[in-house]
């Protein structure tokens, strides 16, 4: 891993408070990050990807744990000097019609962060508002529209074309395809990733969609009840997937055959999801895990290198040969 770290996360716990209980959401995470790359966090609904992605903007506080960004600890600062910070972090949403004003131009809202931010004089701004549109595929009098006259897939342009608007480092995509028609995540996905190129941009890419997780990471995090239970280059981890709920995520990606004799049956992971009010002992997947043994419902694994940079929270990773020991 090199010195060159944009981000660092450091045991990151985040806990709510429902109806009395204790919702645990996240669980003492770590990642790092260098610039120009893409770490893809994959899970089940639940699973805590957006709630960590928050917690890396610090629209949520942590409860334990280090957020360092750039090598400034974010938990600590003040909100005048997080406000400043945020400039470099921005976020690009599931639904953009949900984060727009529907009260406001497209123009507007693209405007609107520059303005806070006081950045540039209006007419610059303005400037700044077409070229922007222009660079995410949109037509210079889209800036005059209300977000109810774009289609989803134009909506999402602009979501795009806001994030950059403040020339950040860092953007969280949280599931920014996963509403758009299946040509139209194509292009948005091609255009994220021509941006990267452009601008050197640092994503945070969270997906339900594994195969555009594949195509578009650096590395990947599989997360499970809040925590990370594997994480790996992304070549790596579907090559060789060690944990077993990876294994399974992975074998339920649905492919088209070349041949009728290549076809296979849909596999999906047995049970529901445990709630995160209650939490399974053990290992939290130990209940619809097909390899659980009796070790497993009782103490948690820790982390297990698989290989250099692969890393799996499993009693069956055989440390010393490496994968899944069966």
Known sequence: MSD??????????????????????????????????????????GSGKSTLGRLVLR??????GRILFNGTDI???????????????????????ASLNPRMTVGDAIEDAMEIHQIGTKAARQA????LLQRVGLPDEVKYAYPHELSGGQLQRVGIARALSLNPKLIICDEPVSALDVSVQVQVIQLLRDLQKEYNLTYIFIS?????????????AVLYLGEVVEQAPADELFRNPSHPYTQVLLNSILKIPERPEQRQEMLSI?????????PPK?????????F?????????????????????????VDQAAGGLHR
């Open 4 to 45: 060159n770290l944009l981000l660092q996360v450091e045991n990151v716990t985040k806990t709510f408070r429902v109806q009395g209980k204790k919702l645990h959401a996240i669980e003492n995470v770590s990642f790092a990050l260098e610039p120009g790359k893409t770490l893809g966090l994959v899970g089940e609904s």
């Open 59 to 64: 629209l949520l506080d942590s409860d334990q």
């Open 75 to 97: 938990s600590k600062i003040k909100k005048k000097d997080l406000r400043a910070l945020r400039r470099d972090m921005q976020i690009i949403f599931q639904d953009p019609s």
């Open 128 to 131: 700044r508002v077409s070229e």
């Open 208 to 220: 339900h969609n594994l195969a555009v997780v594949e195509y578009l990471s650096d590395e990947i």
């Open 270 to 278: 047995q049970g529901e999801v445990p709630s995160p009010l209650n």
């Open 282 to 290: 053990g290992c939290p997947f130990h209940p619809r895990c097909a």
């Open 292 to 316: 659980a043994m009796e070790t497993c419902r009782t103490i948690k694994p820790e982390q297990r290198t698989v290989s250099e940079g692969h890393f799996a929270a499993c009693h069956l």
